[in-house]
């Protein structure tokens, strides 16, 4: 195992590497039960998530026998009550360990709080057909990465070999990445418009390739360094930057921008809408750049182009053919763009 990928339903079909393996004694399990405290959003706060059908992948569960889940939000003002504790131990059948199985839940909450996590799960919480005892024979923990300033001892066990080397990257510059399965790269500012700007591309048929907030305060250089952590995903065909000035202005995006396309030889199309403080002055510095971006006012004509560009190159990708996007050299940033591949130089449409 050691040094091989596992792929399971959580780390996605990349999987993820082991370096560490865990040697303990076999256990015999009669009864296998699952029960876990998470964060979770459509119940606004943290919930205990339980059912008597433990052992195997939750999502499973969950599709194929939704009836045998239980969920007991939980007040984040209150806490959790002995009255919480005792409905999830009846709905899941532990009755005959219900102190036992009280104190156990009782104490994940505790640690979900003081740690700072996300996610606490037991699984499976089983009885041994030998003793008739129950251990807790797997455990998971996720813990919110905004917390590490309070949380150094757990996050010094950090594993860096389990995450993605793009989302590391982009934590240097301050950048919140998150990698997609799409084909169109997203560079916006702000969460809420990053989530926006991936439901309109959706919206007109593209895929995502990635969730990249570059926040208030980004530097040139940090949106210099987005465009290379973008385009280090060879799936990435196209590039919708979609910024609104408020903290941060849209100057500063411009020459992080420019700075990229001369500098990153970037050979797929890059559509940039920008709104908002000082969006004259960038307006004008694409202009004057001489550089072939592709500039747009509405959303819903930038994500439309983007989603159409996106599918020319990949569908020429795919075929074999060559394409590539000239960046630098006449144009004055008004949206032009030179095609190079053979349909082009034959000048039929491409």
């Known amino acids: 195992m050691l040094k091989q990928f596992l792929v ?36 606004n706060g943290p919930v ?88 807790c024979l797997d455990a998971k923990f996720r813990f919110d990465d905004n917390a590490e300033f309070r949380q150094k001892e757990l996050f010094a066990y950090r594993d860096t070999t389990q995450e993605d080397p793009k989302e590391i990257e982009a934590a240097k510059f301050n950048l919140n990445y998150i990698a997609l399965d799409g084909n169109i790269g997203c560079m916006v500012n702000g969460a809420g418009l990053a989530m926006a700007t991936m439901d309109i591309i959706k919206l007109y048929g593209g895929d995502p390739a990635n969730f990249l907030d570059v926040g208030g305060g980004a530097t040139a250089q940090a949106v210099s360094e987005a465009f290379k952590i973008i385009l280090s995903d060879p799936k990435v065909s196209a590039i919708l930057v979609n910024i609104f000035g408020g903290i941060m202005r849209c100057d500063v995006i411009a020459e992080g921008i420019i700075n990229a396309a001369k500098n990153l030889n970037i050979q797929i199309p890059v559509i940039v809408r920008l709104q908002g403080t000082k969006v004259t002055e960038a307006r004008k510095l694409v202009a004057e750049s001489g550089l072939r971006i592709v500039p747009r006012d509405d959303l819903d004509e930038a994500a439309q182009l983007v989603v159409q560009l996106c599918e020319i190159v990949a569908l020429a990708r795919k075929a074999g053919v060559e394409v590539a996007i000239q960046y630098g050299g006449g144009g004055g940033g008004g949206g032009g763009r030179k095609c190079t591949c053979p349909a082009a130089k034959k000048k039929s449409k491409c």
């Open 48 to 135: 205990i998530i339980a059912s008597s059908q433990g052992g195997v992948n939750i999502e499973d569960v969950a599709a194929e026998s939704p009836e045998a889940i239980t969920y007991e939000p939980i007040d984040i003002k209150t806490g959790i009550t002995n009255e919480q504790v005792c409905r999830v131990i009846d709905k899941i059948g532990l009755k005959e360990v219900a102190n036992d199985a009280a104190d156990m839940i009782t104490k994940m909450y505790d640690l979900f709080l003081k740690k700072d996590a996300l996610l606490i799960e037991v699984n499976p919480y089983a009885e041994d057909a030998l003793t008739g005892k129950f251990f």
């Open 8 to 43: 399971t339903k959580q780390t996605g079909a990349a999987g993820r590497i082991c370096n560490m393996v865990m040697v303990t004694e076999r256990k015999f399990p009669r009864r296998e039960f699952y029960i876990a405290i998470m964060m979770e959003r459509s119940f």
